[in-house]
């Protein structure tokens, strides 16, 4: 017996290849499908709507594949109420739950739209009766507890996919464009335009980096950043600030080796000692405070006001006393940080790039910077569909940028 | 004033290229150096040592210098007694602690040499002696406590470069090659051959396993390979072991994608639902006893009693029960899974090779696959010299390898 | 003033994205579109047609577009009959050339639509009546004469899109993909049934490869193929055949390296040697007949009765005898030898398998075998939709695919 | 029997590892060794010189093994006087020809030693007594022709490696480092003096260069390094030149995807009517003196009087007329371009890159920028050991370099 839905999308269907993704997940999630409608509005720039009626062999198999395809902003047409069960267990859901998408959503329960407070993918959804006015907000699956109220099926759900910028915003380049082959000096400036945009607005700027960023001499370039406004909050590793404190502690010889070009030395020396040091001065601000961190990003970022989250991986030496150990913790802190962030770009890191963009809105402008293509494109896959990815040189890159949003900076040049 | 000290090291120098390194090491940490003495022996099989004085400006840079020098195998002519200060703080080691190396070390203490019992780089030296005779052991920053002994200094350390089975051993491929251009069907053979060396000498095989191995439909040939008592420990992540169970839970679909070669499905649905199942079930053990995992790579292991360690990762879902989410917990944890490891075979996996590589004593031989050319690169650039890389397509390297370990694994081709 | 034409395209518009390719197409060559119908057929497996007004400012610009987006299957409703104007200067051809795609073409002529002989991308339409019945031909610029009767415009053509074999066929595996994560020992099962069928048609198997062939060790496997008949014809450079020929020449030295996987000496020694060595012969064929050349991928092929074409490029030793150093006459042998190729692979180049997709039609099934992903990319980029490609290591995809097809092959390797 | 040489090398044999390549070179040839002298200088900057006696089991074998260690600049202690054979067949050398290094030789005839004009690897050296002096250049295979008298075996030979610039010179940037973690700015600063002395001492710089850099944008960069004289001569292929003459025909369009960052559209229609047009005008000079042409890399090369050398290659489209469309016309084109080359500067292109590294003087200095690993890499392994790797962002570099070597450039941007 065939489980059957109706459901609908609208957006810029015929230029985007959206729909021919739809129709692709259906046959994937074993499901087959017929469009039943199309409209396709009337001028280039008008938006498309699709109704398709989409079925599979039996219900759970339907549900999946309703909630895989809210995930490209396909809603049901009559979507009725949500489905609430108890969560009896700590850290696990119903069987059943609803697995969230990034997308800005909205859940029927009692006849009425309840907005969802914080859009994350990969989660639960949470209902909270307990105050003056019912609430709905996405929960990770480690943190749900037991009696939580959760979403179960497909039913009752509404998403809706951002307005894309397309072709004519500042911040218009190729969506599934991961090329080297690019003009870099334009792209460049759409990002310092988003950035600016982004500050214009009161929001906030968050950066993700990778160790990258000091190898290829790209800290100075950064540092200019932070000082003028443009970096508000950093996650990254272990990496990042170790060899950002590494390069400042032991700036002689080091220092040396940057300017001249002749590769920075990973050796275990001076890496291990930094960390030392700083582990007995406490924390990275306590080490700025005793006068022992004197310069570099995060000496800038301390001094600045701004704030970062360091979450540590399995491959770390150390590590700084300000890492988070606990990945989950350090999950959760960088959850609690994206309040009011209006643009994300992510440099030159792979897994805090990924990490970044499990926790991210789909609303928030995201540009990923990497040498290597397969960091934007593995982004791209694990479904942070909005980002945009710049294959080319880091260190170059942030020195442009600096240049571009730093007048002062280019003096430093000469 | 210039501090000098008198250093010596054998080996195959000319025609290893070691000599080169050391001297390029003398300059990069700001020292200067000559060259006293050479002795290339009578034949070309002969070692060669070679006896040079080094010299810095302090001698802080000069004892940094010499435990530099250590890692290439560099002991100094005339170490003398090792220096011992006591750690007042955890977590933290005295200023001027020596930093290991990967060697074999032994720590000159009271007169005597002292072997050091489990050789990990960058970690301390902690000399016990409470008990009835005096132990010297390797520990991690973060796991020294106040009032431990912490050797200091380069003074009183030898290490030992592991004999070199250099071009004539059976596992003789190019120590400094990492390319693509290799006929790789002798590769295969060459790391079958160390395999079954290892298991002949009653040692165990580690594997260090990324998710590649499943998406390349590889998780067969691995199950095989556990079968036939090719794989004694796994070290991964999250991800290996989520989508290894992802495909055994949703066989049928999956299977189909893999059967067809059409791509496996990444999306959300899937991975997030394994996930929460087997966090419903407790443990992948519990799973598999509760007869819910029924296939794969984990229940392979679990039914033949082979042991794995899972650290998470801040890019996680869930994660899995069994996920050491602590990432210290999570080394802690490998390092005690090292006993008794004979050959390491590394997979698909940059993150866990480098994690693995940091603990791993330089005396156990270690393969590294991947598609990547940067995974080797960086695994080397870290410091586990003995490392020889092979980049190839791992998927078809497996199913190779099992074909030439397990000779079962051929006929089911058919 | 607006040009406005009124284009047709029928396929699986839906589920392929081949729509927003074109109406992309339409906006970067600076014209604007309304879709004035879309048919989107009953069942999932039917094809839809979408009708679409498009126009530009000026009618060469209109005419440039109509072009374009024939190459993506994309027919005025009403073609109308082709302009033809004559050729006055050999090697150009008149402003306003139809410029050609790769796909089935036909041309109206006097009422009637002609099918055009041999379809090739980028190429002019030469009309020749000067036979019994009117023939219309692709011709490239370079061979274009004073006086030929060259298409010009867009009106009055037709083309085709081959079928696909989507989703059902022996040889469906996703077309958009290039990945390396992909299930790889099904992909050799493919590509060795893709070979199967077109033998079994009567068609001839087309190989195009690089020197990588030869240092993965992947010789033997080659020569298997050769001998079973899955070899008719091979494009290459002067590489492949001159490393070819230097492993069978100094096969002492040569074979050892390579049997135990040291890596394959690119030294200038026995390389140049070789290529000194068949001039000498006079030919790869002669040095056969001599008896100087007993082994390898070029001795199979010569003494299999294969063909070959090898054409020469600016970074050439020697180069060999047979090798074509006028790289038009080059691509012309190339043109001369498509007839009845059923299936192309292609391995390890990049530049000749560029050039082997500019020439081939796009109704031959290709496959693209390279462990660099920017190769299959590029070629997908260059036209050759029709390309699969399958990032994988070239010596043991090529050592399964010989075990696959050759069951021979499978004894030799204990 | 053993035939037995003893030769010596003299360098910074110690830092360089150059010893460990010749020691592993003689057993790559079959051969072995005894290092039977060494005397490594009383400076850490002395240079240190080491006799070897190496052996083979029959003469060709060491008369090879000869030719080959002169690569590294390994010369016989007793070279004694060349053997000289004549040319019986055009195109042919003598079996056992002297295969020749692209460093300073010198070869001694009727008692005194004879510089060689040219050097260029892997050429046959010509004996040329017609004259009033005797005179000894190289020739590639193709051009020798019968009677010449062509050097044989190793004996009468003597390279000189040029004097390294180790560490101290202007130009001191790692050897054997090709890396993407590199501080890119000082690099750029590094390429801009290299440079800046060349054309101080009266030389010219040479460019190579793929069509990478016009779709990264860097056009107008190079415009403005030629324009102020830092470009006296390019090698490219047909698609440098094409794109950029197709972007300076249809600036409007392409201006405007250029400048907004969108991709570059590389459909045929643009690049197929470009090539049209510039054969219909004659040449690219032609097309600049008809105002046909008005912009772009290849117009300002002709408006300043710059010279171009285009070869061909099999996968070209058209070609443009000024193309060489043999290759070994070509390459004699290249060859006679190199007088008074005193830099040489190579962008985004493999193919170029080799070709030019194969005819190139080791004495030149040479920098290779990609952002691809591997074009460097192979550079490198094709023999042009001088060459130097930056693997960075083309568009940025090329932006970079003009901002440090043009000052106007740098107002430009605002």
Redesign the interface.
């Known amino acids: 017996m065939k489980h059957t839905e109706t459901v609908e999308i609208t957006g810029h269907l015929?230029?985007?290849?959206i729909?021919?993704?739809v129709?692709?997940?259906i046959?994937?999630?074993?499901g087959?499908?017929?469009?039943t409608g199309?409209d396709?509005g009337?001028?280039?720039g008008d938006t498309s709507t699709a109704t398709i009626n989409v079925w599979t062999d039996d219900d759970e198999a339907l549900q999946?594949l309703l909630?895989?395809l809210q995930?490209h902003g396909v809603n049901m047409v009559d979507p009725g109420e949500a489905g609430v069960e108890v969560a009896d267990?700590d850290?696990?859901?119903p069987?059943g739950?609803y697995?969230t998408t990034n997308l800005e959503t909205k859940v029927r329960i009692g006849g009425r739209w309840v907005e969802v407070d914080n859009p994350e993918?990969?989660c639960g959804l949470i209902v909270d009766d307990s105050g003056a006015s019912l609430r709905v907000f996405t929960l990770?699956?480690?943190d749900v507890r037991s009696g939580m109220k959760v979403v179960c099926g497909a039913a009752g759900i509404k998403v809706t996919v951002p307005v894309a910028a397309k072709?004519d915003g500042a911040f218009?380049?190729?969506e599934s464009?991961v090329?080297?082959?690019?003009?870099?000096?334009?792209?460049?400036r759409?990002v310092a335009e988003g950035m600016r945009e982004a500050k214009a607005a009161g929001k906030k700027v968050l950066w993700v980096g990778g160790p990258?960023v000091v190898?290829?001499?790209a800290a100075p370039a950064m540092v200019a950043l932070v000082e003028a406004g443009f970096v508000d909050v950093l996650f990254a590793?272990n990496a990042l600030a170790t060899h950002d404190i590494e390069s400042a502690l032991y700036g002689?010889?080091l220092g040396v080796?940057?300017?001249?070009?002749?590769?920075?030395?990973?050796?275990?020396?001076?890496?291990?000692?930094a960390?030392?040091t700083i582990?007995?001065a406490g924390s990275i601000r306590d080490a700025v405070d005793q006068g022992v961190l004197t310069g570099g990003i995060m000496h800038s970022l301390v001094t600045h006001g701004k704030h970062f989250v360091l979450?540590?991986?399995?491959?770390?030496?150390?590590?700084l006393?300000d890492v988070y150990?606990?990945?989950?913790e350090?999950?959760r802190a960088?959850r609690g940080s994206l309040t009011d962030v209006g643009f994300c770009l992510m440099v030159a890191t792979m897994?805090?790039s990924?990490?970044t963009g499990?926790i991210l809105p789909a609303s928030i402008p995201l540009v990923c910077v990497d040498?290597?293509?397969?960091t934007v494109t593995k982004l791209a896959?694990?479904?942070s569909s909005q980002a945009r990815g710049i294959?080319?040189?880091v260190?170059?890159?942030l020195?442009?940028l600096a240049m571009e949003l730093v007048p002062a900076y280019?003096n430093h040049r000469t």
Chains 1, 2, 3, 4 share one sequence.
């Open positions: 015929m230029d985007t290849g729909l021919s993704r129709l692709n997940d046959r994937e999630y074993g087959d499908w017929v469009i199309i396709v009337h001028d280039a999946r909630m895989r995930t267990r850290g696990v859901f069987d739950f697995s993918m990969d990770p699956m480690s072709s218009g380049f190729m464009d090329s080297s082959e690019k003009p870099q000096a334009v792209l460049v759409q990258g190898h290829t001499g590793g002689t010889s080796d940057l300017a001249q070009g002749r590769g920075v030395e990973h050796g275990h020396e001076h890496h291990i000692r960390l030392n582990r007995k979450v540590g991986s399995v491959r770390d030496d150390g590590p006393p150990t606990d990945v989950l350090g999950q960088m897994l805090h990924v990490a499990n040498i290597n293509p397969a896959d694990r479904g294959v080319t040189d260190g170059l890159f020195e442009q280019r």
